[in-house]
């Protein structure tokens, strides 16, 4: 098994502090790498109280919410320092990869 790191930037100069993942695969797919993501942040938010309502968040529908932003450029992905710009593209994470999620912020007046 290996770590990869999620980094969260955006556009604007932002940059989250990153956190570590764990990922028993060397090569995933970027639809792969974005779903796994997704369900480890609605677990995190579940086991920490976040979520209030008794609608717990549906992962499969968050996925789906993140796949569809990421179709349309709500926001891109690099991993090490390479741009994926497919989903379907496999994706090499050698222990230490930092997988960094850009979001596009609207330019002022655009």
Not at 23 to 32: D, G, I, N, T
Request: hydrophobic fraction near 45%; glycine fraction near 10%; aromatic fraction near 6%.
């Amino acid at each position: 098994m290996g770590m990869v790191t999620f980094v969260d930037e955006t556009t604007s100069g932002g940059r989250a502090d990153g956190w570590e993942f764990e990922v028993a695969e060397e090569r995933l797919a970027l639809r792969e790498l974005i779903r796994r993501r997704v369900f480890q942040e609605v677990a995190e938010r579940r086991a920490a109280g976040l979520v209030k309502s008794t609608a717990q968040p549906d992962p499969e529908a968050q996925t789906e919410t993140a796949l569809a932003a990421f179709r349309r450029n709500g926001f891109l992905v690099l991993v090490g320092d390479r741009q994926v710009t497919d989903l379907d593209e496999v994706v090499d994470l050698p222990l230490g990869t930092e997988v960094t999620f850009l979001k596009l912020v609207a330019l002022v007046g655009g």
